[in-house]
Each structure stands twice: as C-alpha cells, then as structure tokens.
C-alpha cells in the first residue's frame, strides 16, 4: 500500500473541461512534489511546494495551476489540457524539501490522465 | 547540471538467476546521491536502494545490492535471486545534496522468465 494517495487513479476529460487532481500523504512531509511522466519515458518534475510554499516551477503552462491548502495534500488544477498533456501524473513527498540520502521522495500510484 | 546514462533499455532474467543494471551518471556536485527506483505496471514508483556519494561501502538492501564505482561515475544494480515480482521499469537517478531535484536514467526494462 501506497503512503502517498492519489485519486483518481483515471480521468478522461475534454479540452475544455475543468477538471483537479488529488494528492494526499500524511507522513508528516512537508515538501511535495508534481511530476509528469509519458509512456516509456522517465518522470518529468513539474512542481514542487516545500512548507506549502511553491519553490519550483518547471516552466509548467499555465493551464496546470497547483495548489498547497496544508502541509498534507496537494492539488494539480487542469484547465483547457492539449492531446499533449495526456500522460501519468505523479505525485511525490519528502520529509523536509531537501534531497538527503535518508529522506527519499515518496511516491503515488498516479493518475493515467486523457484528453480527448 | 547533472546527467544519468541508463545504456540497456531492455534485459531479461531468468528467475532464481542474478542480473545486473547499468547506470552511469555525471555530476558537478561534490556531494550527491544516487538512487535505484522501481516502477512496476501498477505504476508506481518504489525506492529500491540509496547510496550517498561519500559512503564507499555498497548499500544492500536484501537481495538488491549496487556497485558503487565513484572515479568511473558507475552505480550498478544486482539483484539476487530474481523473482517474478522483481519484473519492472528500473530507474537510476541522482540528486546533489540540498536539491529538490531528481534527475532520472531513461530507465531498463526487466523481464523475469519464469
């Protein structure tokens, strides 16, 4: 069983939905992160939040707007998604936003993304 | 900048047998870490074995164990006693030390023949 949730695992949307994805940890991390990953390709790092705060922003489109309400979940907002955008979107948490040997990042089941 | 070379895109194992996945990286970080991650089809990514670069000791985890060559940048992974469970997208990455960052291989393919 995963520590870190993510739901849906499934969305299929429309170009001109609006529509959120979900990620939940209660490990008592306080970094999170949002990667995109395509198929057969590794994961693509788009966000990350370190004490709710947005330290990293992959030069992301604006049409994936993230969210930190608290230090356990995480939301990634879609709005206006391309064909493009189809892909698994993962959600990852670490224990302090730092990158230590001992506090590796956490990762979701993900969710299997389509845009029609 | 940092850079992680995953030469074999694909292997196959016969079960019980050992094999080894090549991963070589490129850093100017003095101080890093690399890392062996797993992701079966249910997708999700599984934190298989962690060294930092400063530790000469290999790290072993049951039966995972890597070679950790520091002058040659190579941090191979063996397993032992392949299962059919161990049959996964394997990923090598690398992160300096303080960084938020993980740079990814392109990941090798494993096959367990049963």
């Known amino acids: 069983d995963t520590e870190v949730t993510q739901t849906p695992k499934h969305l299929v949307m429309g170009m001109t939905n609006k529509k959120s994805l979900k990620c939940e940890q209660h490990?008592?991390?306080?970094?999170m992160y949002w990667y995109k990953q395509k198929a057969k390709k590794p994961p693509e790092l788009m966000f990350v939040?370190?004490?709710?705060?947005?330290?990293i922003n992959e030069s992301v489109p604006s049409r994936f707007s993230p969210e930190c309400p608290n230090s356990s979940l995480l939301n990634l907002h879609l709005h206006a998604l391309q064909p493009e955008d189809s892909a698994l979107y993962l959600c990852?948490?670490?224990?302090?936003?730092?990158?230590?040997?001992?506090?590796?990042?956490?990762f979701g089941d993900g969710t299997r993304l389509s845009i029609l | 900048a940092q850079t992680v070379t995953q030469s074999q895109p694909e292997m196959s194992v016969q079960e019980a047998e050992t094999v080894t996945l090549s991963c070589t990286y490129d850093?100017?970080?003095?101080?890093?870490?690399l890392f062996w991650y797993k992701q079966p089809p249910s997708r999700q990514m599984i934190l298989v074995i962690r060294?930092?670069?400063?530790?000469?000791q290999n790290a072993t985890e049951n039966r995972f164990s890597v070679n950790f060559q520091k002058a040659a940048k190579s941090f191979s992974l063996k397993i032992s006693d392949s299962q059919l469970g161990d049959a996964a997208m394997y990923f090598c990455?690398?992160?300096?030390?303080?960084?938020?960052?993980?740079?990814f291989g392109k990941g090798t393919k494993l096959s367990v023949i049963p």
């Open positions: 490990m008592g991390h306080r970094a």
């Open positions: 939040y370190s004490y709710e705060k947005l330290s």
């Open positions: 990852a948490s670490s224990q302090d936003g730092r990158m230590r040997s001992n506090q590796p990042q956490h």
């Open positions: 990455a690398s992160s300096g030390a303080g960084s938020y960052q993980l740079t």
């Open positions: 060294q930092e670069a400063y530790k000469q």
């Open positions: 850093t100017s970080e003095s101080d890093y870490y």
